[in-house]
Nanobody, 117 residues
């Protein structure tokens, strides 16, 4: 299993940028085999997938994130990163890091991102 810790959230103005690192701690298995994703959950809404980066290194994005967000990973440092540019008020949410392997999902505690208009 993997332990995940997100950071980097905060308050930013519309049009601004934020980077969210997620550090993973694993034992007995390589971090690189995990499919890593970022999700977000806005108040009163369901958690939604934002971006995914698996072993193939070809990222996929929600339509709302395409062209603005970039997911990347450093397997040696066991970090997955979400760079968010051109932020909008509708991006306001708690952002969660997710690791998936072997049918098991692991989640971080989440980090709050608030975009002011």
């Amino acid at each position: 299993q993997v332990q995940l810790v997100e950071s980097g959230g905060g308050l930013v103005q519309t049009g601004g940028s934020l980077g969210l690192p997620c550090a993973g701690a694993v034992s007995g298995i390589s971090f690189r085999i995990y499919t890593m994703s970022w999700y977000r959950q806005a108040p009163g809404k369901q958690r939604e997938l934002v971006a995914t980066l698996g072993i193939s290194s070809t990222p996929t994005y929600a339509d709302s994130a395409k062209g603005r967000f970039t997911i990347s990973r450093d397997n040696d440092k066991r970090i997955v990163y979400l760079q968010m540019n051109s932020l909008k008020p509708e991006d306001t949410a708690v952002y969660y890091c997710n690791a998936f392997y072997g049918g098991v999902n692991s989640w971080g505690q989440g980090t709050q991102v608030t975009v002011s208009s």
